[in-house]
């Protein structure tokens, strides 16, 4: 028994190998492609949490209105390029916003954020 687990284990890295090549077929490392459901609940909590870094970084106040449209490329983790609306409470304007995401450390930081 305890072979097999060991046969297992070693296995595994491999198997593993496979299916993400697989997955990940057709798909190149560095390469922009548009987010398919830009009203994926994932794709709105990663706007927010650009602008709440946005306001963070700049002191300023700014709430989300809508996620316009967005990409994804991997480049040693996940970035994010969004459009996005959002409003000072009086004035509504287009930003790029770019969060880039380590899904292995669960962490993710502001890259970009300027009006357009």
Do not use: C
């Not at 706007?47 to 700014?62: H, K, T």
């Not at 304007?93 to 009006?115: C, G, H, M, P």
Request: proline fraction near 3%; aromatic fraction near 12%; avoid cysteine.
């Amino acid at each position: 028994m305890q072979q097999f687990q060991h046969f297992l284990v070693l296995l595994l890295p491999l198997f593993f190998h496979l299916i993400t090549s697989d997955a990940l077929k057709g798909y190149k490392h560095g390469v922009w492609y548009p987010i398919r459901n830009i009203n994926d609940p994932y794709v709105t909590q990663l706007a927010e949490f650009a602008v709440y870094e946005y306001n963070i970084q700049s002191n300023a106040s700014l709430t989300l209105v809508v996620v316009e449209s967005g990409d994804t490329r991997v480049a040693s983790g996940v970035n994010f390029r969004l459009l996005l609306k959002a409003t000072d409470g009086t004035l509504t304007k287009d930003y790029r916003a770019v969060v880039w995401e380590n899904v292995l450390t669960d962490s993710r930081k502001l890259i970009l954020f300027q009006a357009i």
